[in-house]
């Protein structure tokens, strides 16, 4: 199934090496792809490298820095880079992309406090919630603590939310 597995987030050097910001958990996860889908549009992976824990791709294709530069245009919106990925997840265990959308509804109340809008990546995982009440947007922690239950199947995730936290809504 093909899944978004990184951002495109610039080039490397002048042989059209493409800088990637990993959104998988294990980058190794690289060595199983032959293709990548950057943009929507499918190259053949060359091969790839860690560096400064960003990926570094060659694809074909994009063989120096004029063709990396025509391919990322930082004026536009993000470059989502995509792959076939093969492992089934773990019980438990979700992709990133698929909680965008997902209704967010409280623990105890059931009522329903927005809709996942994205995910920040960085040290700790962070659901942005576009809450429903207000045009304003909640951080949520993606930890045990705040998220309770997530039900892919009616697309809901249950949420432990205090008023402190419904307070540092910007």
């Not at 490397?12 to 998988?24: A, D, R, T």
Request: net charge negative; with cysteine; charged share 25%.
């Amino acid at each position: 199934m093909r899944r978004v597995i990184a951002k495109l987030i610039g080039f490397h050097g002048i042989k059209g090496e493409l800088k990637l910001y990993p959104l998988v958990d294990d980058i190794s996860v690289f060595e199983q792809f032959s293709k990548l889908y950057i943009g929507g549009v499918e190259y053949d992976l060359l091969s790839w490298r860690e560096h400064k824990s960003m990926v570094l791709v060659m694809v074909a294709g994009i063989i120096d820095l004029t063709h990396a530069e025509k391919l990322f245009n930082p004026k536009s919106q993000e470059i989502l880079v995509e792959a076939n990925l093969k492992e089934d997840l773990n019980p438990g265990e979700h992709y990133i992309e698929d909680l965008k959308g997902m209704a967010v509804m409280d623990s105890e109340s059931g009522e329903l406090i927005g809709e996942v809008k994205t995910c920040t990546e960085g040290l700790q995982t962070v659901l942005v919630v576009r809450l429903a009440a207000a045009n304003k947007e909640l951080l949520i922690p993606f930890v045990d603590e705040y998220i309770i239950e997530i039900d892919a199947a009616s697309r809901t995730i249950r949420a432990r939310i205090s008023s402190d936290l419904l307070e540092l809504a910007s």
